[in-house]
């Protein structure tokens, strides 16, 4: 497991709040490293948060998540610490109502943190 000291470490750290209710977000479109991915959601039912390796967004409906999608309860929220999860291409977070493809309708909060 990689340990960053964000309080010492010579790389800045950079975090992206959605700063509103959001169905797909372009976090980067360049190459970054993931560690920390918090959020929630209340949009009437269950919704799966996805991260897409991708520099644009939103994503299509044929792109699958990078990793696998996590489940939100309605009213719910989560935290995912990554550890500095590669992403080559760039970052597109997303609320969908599919777990296998991006197939937004749905909305949360999203605050990621990487370098």
Known sequence: MLIVDFATSA???????SGALISAAL??????????????????GNAWFQMFNLAA????????????????????????????LRFTTGLVVAWSNA???????????VTVTYV
């Open 11 to 17: 790389r800045p750290v950079t975090l992206y709040n």
């Open 27 to 44: 976090v980067s479109a360049t190459p970054i490293s993931v560690y920390r991915v918090f959020g929630s959601q209340s949009s009437g």
């Open 57 to 84: 967004s939103p994503p299509g409906g044929g792109d699958v998540p990078f990793i696998s999608p996590l489940m939100v309860e309605n009213n719910g929220m989560f935290s995912h610490n990554l550890d500095g």
């Open 99 to 109: 777990f296998t493809t991006y197939g937004g309708a749905l909305t949360g909060w």
